[in-house]
Every structure is written in C-alpha cells, then in structure tokens.
C-alpha cells in the first residue's frame, strides 16, 4: 500500500468495479508508542490506493473505519449523526483524519461512491477454525489475550482499570463477531454498486455492551477453561464505554449481526486451540 506503483500495476492489469479497503494498523497501545508508523501506514496506504482508484475511474469504495473516531461519547448508544473527532489515541485519529479525506474528495467528485463502516470490536473466528487472528507482537486485543492465556502461552490477562463508570469498573465494549463484520461488507458493496450515495457511514456492532470481567466469565464458561487476570491501570488512550446504535445499518443496509457473544466465544477458542501457534507451522 506504500507504493503507489505496485498498486498502480494491479489496478492496469485487472478490470476492478470495487475496492474494499482493509489493510491498516490497529492497535490503540502501540499507535501511542508509534505514531509516525501509523500515521506512515494508514494515511499513505489510503492516499495511494485513492490515487490509484481515480486515475483508473474506479470510484467505489468500502473503508474500514472505526468507533475510535466518536472520541469519548457523551452519550450512549452511539449513532452515525454523532460528533466524531476529539479522539484519545493516535489509531482512531488516523481513522478520522481518513474520514475527513473521504468527505471531502467526495464533495469535490461527485463521481465517488464510499461507505465508511465503523466496526466495534471485531472478534471471533471462522467457525471451521482455520482462519482467525494471529496477533504476532506484543500489542494484543482483549479476546486474543485471553484466548493465549487460557492455552496456557501467557500467563495472566491484565485487566487495564478497573475505576471506570461501569457495572464492575472495567471497559465496556460493543463486541461483534468477524463472520457478522463480513456480511456487513458484502450489504455495504450491495448498496454501493446499486446507488449513488457519495459517501455514508455506518456503525457495525450488535448494539450492545459487555465488560472485560463479563468477557472473561463468558469465555470461561463456554469453553471450560480458566483465565487467571490481575487489575493494572488504566491503559492510556482507552475510552470507558462503547456499544452502537446499529438501526442505520439495519435500516439501510438491511444487514443485522446475528451471532452471540456466547458463539464469539467459542469460535475464537476453536480457532486457538486447532491452532495453537496461529499461522506459524509447529514451533
Ligand atoms: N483490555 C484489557 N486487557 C488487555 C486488552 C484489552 O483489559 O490485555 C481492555 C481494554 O482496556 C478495553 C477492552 O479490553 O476496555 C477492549 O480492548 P481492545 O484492545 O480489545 O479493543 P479497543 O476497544 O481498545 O479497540
């Protein structure tokens, strides 16, 4: 994606109607640590890929975006008509700044036609358990943490905070599974290849919330497994509460998620353990 002449080159050689836009960086810990890397990554990706789409008219565009760009909400559930910006971390911040971009080439061409989805916490797995995620550093998601400890990789989960405004203290989060995040992609290039839109955004989540410790006693019990966990502070950049309003997505783009928690769960496990070292060969 850094290298506009390699996309350029696929965009020559194939006859292309849409582009889904996925490759970027996500983790909210390290983008703090890095943020030249993701502002390198995420913003030089995008800009070269939207180059690429105009030279060769190719106007339709999926972009993953995310929650993060709502900042803090001052209310709860949040929907696409509320403020974004006013963001804690540098991630959300690229994701953003991107949105800002895509509003205004599409003010200015109206030839674009872009949804901007912005997923809430995409976790879960393929329910064959052959594709999930293999988090390769040390900046990890809640889910695949505590999936590595309960296979016994890492020893203990660190809850980040416990003081925050919520039913047991800890974070909340609008966990959606990946399978439901994929139909949603497939409803949102339906609705772009039929209609001229210019550019929309739409929350993908199921609309409702879940705490860490809720998390882990729902993993723990569906999968038989034990995660021990010890309370640390709060992890900079982290917002409190999170969880969609998903009416305008269903709404407009006919799509619901309609996987649990409880499946989020257990496909995730299944994944982990028919792959104990992710996509590494034995070890
Ligand atoms: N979290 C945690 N320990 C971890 C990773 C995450 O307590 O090792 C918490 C985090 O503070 C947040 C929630 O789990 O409340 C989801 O974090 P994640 O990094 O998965 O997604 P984010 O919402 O930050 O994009």
């Known amino acids: 994606m850094l290298n506009l002449d390699s996309i350029d ?6 006859s292309i109607n849409a582009v889904i836009h996925f490759a970027a960086m996500k983790a909210v810990g390290e983008s703090m640590q890095l943020p030249l890397l993701y502002y390198k990554n995420n913003m030089i990706g995008i800009i070269n890929l ?52 895509l509003k205004d080439i599409s003010k200015a061409d109206l030839n674009w036609n872009i949804i901007a989805l912005r997923y809430f916490n995409p976790v879960g797995a393929h329910v064959s358990g052959k594709i999930g995620e293999d988090p390769t550093k040390k900046f ?21 905070g416990s003081d925050y405004d ?3 203290g800890t974070g909340v989060r609008d ?15 339906k609705k772009i ?13 199921t609309g409702k919330g879940w705490t860490v410790l809720q998390l882990i006693s729902i993993f723990e019990k569906v999968n038989k497994v034990k995660v021990p966990f010890v309370i ?20 407009d783009l006919k799509w619901k998620a309609s996987r649990t928690i409880e499946d989020m769960c257990r496909d995730f496990w299944r ?3 028919l792959n104990p070292n992710g996509y590494k060969t034995k070890l």
């Not at 190719?58 to 910006?85: A, I």
């Not at 139909?183 to 290039?189: S, V």
């Not at 290849?193 to 989540?205: A, C, D, T, W």
């Not at 982290?238 to 709404?251: F, G, N, Q």
């Open 9 to 14: 080159e696929i965009f020559s050689k194939h």
């Open 50 to 101: 939207l180059i690429a789409m105009e030279k060769y008219h190719v106007y339709n565009l999926v972009f993953s975006s995310s929650c993060t760009v709502y900042g803090e909400p001052s209310k709860l559930p949040l929907t696409e008509y509320d403020h974004t910006g006013n963001i804690s971390n540098v991630y959300g911040r690229t994701k953003y700044f991107i949105e800002e971009m």
């Open 140 to 160: 990890t998601n809640l889910m695949p943490y505590i999936s590595q400890v309960a296979i016994g990789k890492k020893p203990v989960l660190e809850i980040y």
């Open 166 to 168: 919520t039913v047991d």
């Open 175 to 189: 966990y959606i599974h990946v399978m439901d995040l994929a139909t949603g992609h497939i409803a949102a290039l």
């Open 193 to 205: 290849m039929s209609e001229r839109l210019g550019i929309k955004f739409y929350n993908l989540g």
């Open 232 to 251: 640390k502070a709060r992890r900079v950049g982290d917002i409190s509460s999170m969880y969609a309003d998903v009416s305008l997505a269903e709404t």
């Open 271 to 273: 994944w982990q353990t």
